[in-house]
Every structure is written in structure tokens, then in C-alpha cells.
């Protein structure tokens, strides 16, 4: 059992991807050995997409190698793929089948028995009514939650999601989050995902890692990846001056407005009692300082140097 | 390879099982093959071609229908390859254990069942309506034998088998172009430009006996000449193995052109 446990699942080293001139992809490393839920972020063309495609074999590489269970993807596409379960950002069915039938096809392209766990897999997914209905029929929520069962088919050690809650309502988010842990650490599954949520990836995730221009950046846990120096929160009566004060002040990294009488400061030189006096001295009525952790958002701007409309 | 082979076959008749044209394209075929016969039969009752013979009348109709049946092998070629890529049903695909090479030949394997069901069905509706109003007797001038029944009999038939073997090979063909192109329309329009090239090409003698068009045509043509008793324009056995052999190289040297680039085809979108 220790030896599954440590053995790799996906192994992907020194990948690299050029679309003519255009380098996608430059030295990506990636090892994932123990169940869990790993997240994969970064900006809109980074090269996640690019990554996971190469990774299902429908891309291939300029250089590197990726291997999933110890097999060679490119060199044993149809062995390596026994092993991974894959949800990509548009799934696609076939629309005159219902639900059942396109898992059913699913299911015998990878040479299972005709009805093989597809109830269950439904089930799971909150779609064991509407299973029957055409996909044509189907709300754009109801086939992300097919192309989870779709992943789940064949009960594969790798699992890749594309941003699986996209398009959910809260109550699929909400499954989707309970399901990610479940299958990662009561069913021993590898997960990766990417997500353009911060505080669904913080929530599900182990460890995450960042990409950015095709390289990944970093990597770890949230508390691995944040500083030291906490984040500085303010509720005071006039914003905007307290804005035109600390920012004439160094050591302010950064300073967004959260709310009407908030302000979010990011500052590895001055704590929060520095700041406070700063306000109080030039008139400004304070009504609430919060020191706090970096949260992943934070990290993320930081670290791939974009703002929130980048995304 | 067998295995992988039988995979994708037992999905893709499960997938046909659920679309309407398994069931409409082949009333419509039928269809059309008994209008193609009643136009046939009436142009011979009013002595506009031909004689009323059961074996000129289906060969007549059969090489009238043969054009179509190399369009619907067009088309469902063009659907069953390019439609996937259309649709991104290729990637639940190709991120299952079955090998890109058995995913296309399986493919190919469909569409040409499916064009040789069709062809079967109007073989036999045209065959059958014709034995039924002209009879499949032996050509007789005067009291001179010119061909039998039976033999002629077994020249239709080969002649049918010949033409399957053609349609085949127009489906590999076609599968070249759907390979590359990501949807069906521009599949279709491609394979038909190159279709119009080689009919081009058909006026030049040194050209005619490589070309798909003539592989698919030319055994009904013998047929219409030796049911109506005119010199034939090749010796059976001649236009048995270069038909065989042209459209044997067609599928051969096609699979491989397809194959190699569906194996080579990165899905970027």
C-alpha cells in the first residue's frame, strides 16, 4: 500500500510547447505522487489549457516528457489514458444521445461493460433524473456536471478538471467542493485543477501551483506561498483621504478599496499600529484596524504581477 | 488493434442507434433508387434508351445511383471524421484507452458498412422491381444466345461487388480530407473540388484507368453494354483486376495518408 501511496501518478518533466513562434510552454516540472486535491492557476493564456491538453496526449510536446502512472503518454498514449479521468473547459457530447448513452459511449470506447457504474456515476453528479433527457436539452450546468461523471468513469488514479465549478449554480459548486476532497482522500485520487476562483482553490486545495508566460512560478501550499508580513485592513470614515495619505507614505506595496469604508493594504514595512497613528494624526477617524494573512488572491496578483480585470 | 477495433465499433453503432438519420437516410435512399428505376423504366417504354431487360434496366438505374451513393460516402465520411473535430467530441475520445489508428479505422469500418448497407438496399429494391415488371431473362438475338441469364446474373453481381469495393475505397479517400479539416462542410467542399479535378483529369486516356471516378463507374457501364448485347469496352477479366487493384490502391496508399495524419493531428481547439 506505502509503495502505491508513493508511487508516481503524473510525472511531468521539463515540459515545453511553441505554436510556430509563440513559446506556450517553457520547462514545466510537475510531480504528483499522493492523493489530493492539487490546483493549477495562473492568468488567461498561461498555458494551463496547453498543459493539460499535452498531458491528455491531444497536444505534443516540443520538449519534456509526461508520464502518468510510470507509462509514457506520447509514447503509449492508449495505456497511459487507462489511467486518467479528464474534464475540459467546453466538454462536448453527442446531442441526440441522452446523458446515460454519451457516458454509455464513454464507457465502451474504454472497453467497459454496457452499464458499468453509469446509475451511480449520475448519482453522484446530481443528474440520476435528467440522466434519460437529450444533452441537447441540457443547461450548460448540467454538462459540466456529465463531463465530472465523464471524468469519474473507469475509476481513474489521475483525475484533471478545467475549471469544473464554471458555470455551476452554488448548489453544484457546493457538490463539486464536497466531492474533490472526498474522492482525493477516501478514494486515494490524484486531482488537478484549475480555477479562476482563489477562495475555491484556498478551500479544496493542498497545494497549488502558479503559471505564468508558460512557466510555473510557484509552487506550494497557501500558507508556503504567502509572507510574512501581514495584510493591513482598515475601516475608517473617509477613504479616499486616508488613500491620499498612506500613499504619499513608503513602504505601501499596494492599496485597494474593498468597500465603501475599507481599504486593503499590502505592506511589508509598516504594521497595522504604524498606520493606525499615521490616520489618527492626520484627522482621519479610524474605526477598525485587522491584521490578517496574505490570502491567496493577494498571492496570486503578487506573484503573476495582474490585476483582477486581467482575469 | 482488434480489440481497440471492436470498441469503437460497438460505441459507433450505439451512437447510430440514436440518431435519426440511421433510420431516414436509408427510406430516403430506397426512395430515390425506385424513382431512379421508374425513370429508367419509362424512358425505355417509350424507346427513348435501351431495351426492356431486367438486367439493362438495374444496370442503367445502378450506375445512375452509384453517383449517389459516392456523395452519401462523401458525406458520412466527412460527418463521422470532420463532425467529431466539429463537434469536440474527439476529445473524450482520443483521452480514452483506444488507440488514434483503431478510433479511425473503426470509423472507416462504419461508414463503409453503413454505404454498403445502402447500396445493398437499392441494389435489391431496383433488382427486385425489375425482375418483377421486365423479368432477368437470357439475351436473345433471334434465335441466337448472346448471353445467359445466369451469366449475366453473375457479372451483376460482380460487377455490385466491384462497386462496394469502389465505395470503400471513395470513403478512405475521403477520410484523407476530413482528417484535416475541423469541420464537415469544408471537408465536403474540398473533396468535391478535387472530385471535379479528377473528372478534368478523366479526358486524358493515359489517366482514366488510375482514377476513383473510373473504379466506381465503369463496372455499371460494362454491365448497361452486355445487357444490351454491344461490344464490351473491356474483357471482363481485364476490368475486374484493374477496377480491383485501383481501388485497392486507392484504400491502401488513402489509410495510409489518414492514418499518418491523424496520428500526427494536435486538437488545439
Known amino acids: 500500500m506505502a509503495d502505491a501511496i508513493e508511487k508516481e501518478i503524473l510525472g511531468v518533466a521539463g515540459l515545453g510547447k511553441r505554436f510556430g513562434r509563440v513559446e506556450a510552454l517553457r520547462g514545466i516540472d510537475i510531480s504528483l505522487s499522493r492523493p489530493g486535491v492539487y490546483g493549477f492557476l495562473g492568468p488567461n493564456g498561461a498555458g494551463k489549457t496547453t498543459t493539460f491538453k499535452i498531458i491528455a496526449g491531444l497536444l505534443r510536446p516540443t520538449s519534456g516528457s509526461v508520464s502518468i502512472c510510470g507509462i509514457d503518454v506520447h509514447e503509449n498514449t492508449r495505456e497511459a489514458m487507462r489511467n486518467i479521468g479528464i474534464l475540459f473547459d467546453a466538454p462536448a457530447y453527442y446531442p441526440y444521445l441522452s446523458g446515460r448513452d454519451n457516458l454509455e459511449v464513454f464507457a465502451r470506447w474504454s472497453g467497459r461493460k454496457a452499464g458499468d457504474g453509469i446509475g451511480e456515476l449520475l448519482e453522484k453528479v446530481g443528474l440520476a433524473k435528467a440522466g434519460t433527457k437529450k444533452v441537447g436539452e441540457y443547461s450548460w450546468g448540467m454538462k459540466r456536471r456529465l463531463g465530472i461523471a465523464a471524468a469519474l468513469l473507469g475509476d481513474p488514479p489521475l483525475i484533471i478538471m478545467d475549471e469544473p465549478t464554471n458555470g455551476l449554480d452554488p448548489a453544484g459548486i457546493a457538490e463539486i467542493r464536497r466531492l474533490l476532497p472526498e474522492l482525493a482522500y477516501r478514494l486515494g485520487r490524484v486531482i488537478l485543477f484549475s480555477s479562476h476562483r482563489m477562495d475555491e482553490v484556498d478551500q479544496v486545495c493542498d497545494r497549488m501551483m502558479i503559471i505564468k508566460g508558460g512557466e510555473i512560478i510557484a509552487s506550494g501550499t497557501t500558507d508556503e506561498l504567502s509572507r510574512a508580513e501581514p495584510v493591513v485592513e482598515i475601516v475608517c470614515s473617509d477613504t479616499d483621504r486616508a488613500a491620499r495619505i498612506l500613499s504619499g507614505t513608503s513602504g505601501i506595496e499596494k492599496m485597494d478599496r474593498t468597500g465603501p469604508d475599507r481599504l486593503r493594504i499590502l505592506t511589508p514595512g509598516m504594521r497595522a499600529a504604524a498606520i493606525n497613528s499615521l490616520l489618527i494624526e492626520a484627522g482621519v477617524e479610524v474605526r477598525q484596524v485587522m491584521e490578517s494573512k496574505e490570502s491567496l488572491e493577494d498571492i496570486f496578483f503578487r506573484l503573476t504581477g495582474t490585476g483582477q480585470d486581467d482575469q | ?269
Open chain 2, 1 to 269: 488493434m482488434i480489440n481497440d477495433l471492436k470498441k469503437v465499433l460497438s460505441a459507433e453503432l450505439f451512437k447510430a442507434r440514436g440518431r435519426k438519420s440511421t433510420y431516414i437516410v436509408p427510406a430516403i435512399t430506397v426512395a430515390g433508387s425506385i424513382i431512379i428505376f421508374f425513370a429508367v423504366s419509362y424512358a425505355v417504354r417509350r424507346d427513348w434508351i435501351g431495351l426492356a431487360s431486367g438486367f439493362y434496366i438495374s444496370s442503367v438505374s445502378m450506375g445512375w445511383i452509384v453517383n449517389i451513393m459516392a456523395f452519401l460516402a462523401v458525406i458520412t465520411t466527412c460527418f463521422e471524421i470532420s463532425g467529431e473535430f466539429a463537434m469536440g467530441t474527439v476529445k473524450p475520445a482520443w483521452t480514452r484507452p483506444v488507440s488514434r489508428r483503431s478510433w479511425y479505422f473503426g470509423k472507416l469500418l462504419a461508414c463503409s458498412a453503413a454505404i454498403t448497407v445502402l447500396f445493398l438496399l437499392s441494389f435489391i429494391a431496383v433488382a427486385a422491381l425489375a425482375g418483377m415488371k421486365f423479368g432477368f431473362n437470357d439475351l436473345m438475338e433471334k434465335e441466337y444466345l448472346v448471353h445467359s441469364s445466369a451469366g449475366m446474373w453473375g457479372r451483376l453481381l460482380a460487377v455490385a461487388l466491384l462497386t462496394i469495393w469502389s465505395l470503400w475505397a471513395t470513403v478512405a479517400a475521403t477520410s484523407v480530407f476530413a482528417v484535416f479539416f475541423n469541420r464537415p462542410g469544408s471537408a465536403m467542399a474540398t473533396v468535391m473540388a478535387v472530385s471535379f479535378a479528377l473528372t478534368l483529369l478523366a479526358m486524358f486516356p493515359v489517366a482514366r484507368p488510375v482514377l476513383l471516378t473510373t473504379c466506381l463507374t465503369q463496372p455499371f457501364e460494362q454491365m448497361t453494354s452486355m445487357s444490351k448485347g454491344l461490344p464490351l469496352p473491356l474483357e471482363w477479366g481485364t476490368l475486374i483486376w484493374r477496377t480491383a487493384a485501383c481501388a485497392g490502391v486507392w484504400i491502401v496508399v488513402t489509410l495510409f495518408a489518414g492514418s499518418t495524419a491523424l496520428v500526427k493531428k494536435e486538437i488545439t481547439f
